[in-house]
């Protein structure tokens, strides 16, 4: 398996412009988590999806925010519309069931909102 | 829901040399501990993890200890070497009703290991 594959890599937009961020989890993996990585706040977690349902969106900063996940092998994170204070790099994971799976991390994508 | 600190935010050590860096949760209900490793650039990656019903760990120069009264746990690292600089991240989880756990990360501890 390839890993949790992201895209894309990098995203630089403009302030109001709308942003899509894409993830492919592993598959057999039920859970899938998006998150967030800036340097003041370190890593946060935003949503997170157990066989394609959102099961917590509270760390979701803003209805600006908005995740889907129509498969089990896809999600979105949209940004809508996207402010300069939106810019980090957001992360998609995904594990196995159970309280103690390891999360796979893909490789990130490194947006910048000007 | 679940509170994780981390400390140091940086730490700086000479090749050879030990580093430990440490975490306190504030839920006594939380069984499980992983440390991620993140390099440059690159993304997070699980290089141990520890679950409550033991109090120590180890993995080659790695290990992990887990004190559950006091309710932290620390990372040691031994003979320390310069591709071990990165950035390090506890997690603890948030215990939820529907019986699965979502990891709270700490704030990242930075790791610099000097030749």
């Known amino acids: 398996d390839a890993g949790v594959i992201q895209s894309p890599r990098h995203e630089v937009t403009e302030m109001g412009q709308e942003v899509t961020l894409r993830c492919k989890p592993i598959?057999?993996?039920?859970?899938l988590f998006w998150y967030r990585q800036t340097m003041m706040r370190g890593l946060e977690l935003l949503i997170y999806?157990?066989?394609?349902?959102?099961?917590?969106d509270s760390g979701m900063p803003e209805d600006r925010f908005s995740a889907k996940m129509p498969n089990a092998s896809f999600s979105t994170l949209k940004i809508q519309p996207s402010e300069p204070r939106d810019s980090a790099v957001y992360f998609c994971?995904?594990?196995?069931?159970?309280?103690?799976?390891?999360?796979?991390f893909g490789q990130g994508t490194r947006l910048t909102v000007v | 829901g679940e509170n994780v600190e981390q400390h140091p935010s940086t730490l700086s050590v000479q090749e050879g040399d030990s580093a430990v860096i440490k975490c306190t949760y504030s839920?006594?209900?939380?069984?499980?501990f992983p440390w991620y490793k993140q390099e440059l650039g690159k993304r997070p990656q699980l290089i141990i993890d520890?679950?409550?019903?033991?109090g120590e760990k180890k993995d080659q120069r790695i290990a992990v200890t887990l004190n559950k009264t006091a309710k932290h746990f620390s990372l040691h690292i031994t003979e320390t070497q310069p591709e071990d600089s990165a950035v390090y991240f506890c997690?603890?989880?948030?215990?939820?009703?529907?019986?699965?756990?979502?990891?709270?990360f700490g704030t990242g501890t930075r790791l610099l290991v000097s030749p």
């Open positions: 994971a995904s594990s196995l069931p159970g309280q103690r799976s390891e999360a796979f």
């Open positions: 598959s057999g993996h039920d859970y």
């Open positions: 999806f157990n066989n394609n349902v959102p099961i917590d």
């Open positions: 839920d006594s209900a939380s069984n499980y």
């Open positions: 520890i679950r409550s019903n033991v």
């Open positions: 997690a603890a989880p948030t215990p939820i009703n529907t019986g699965f756990q979502k990891l709270v």
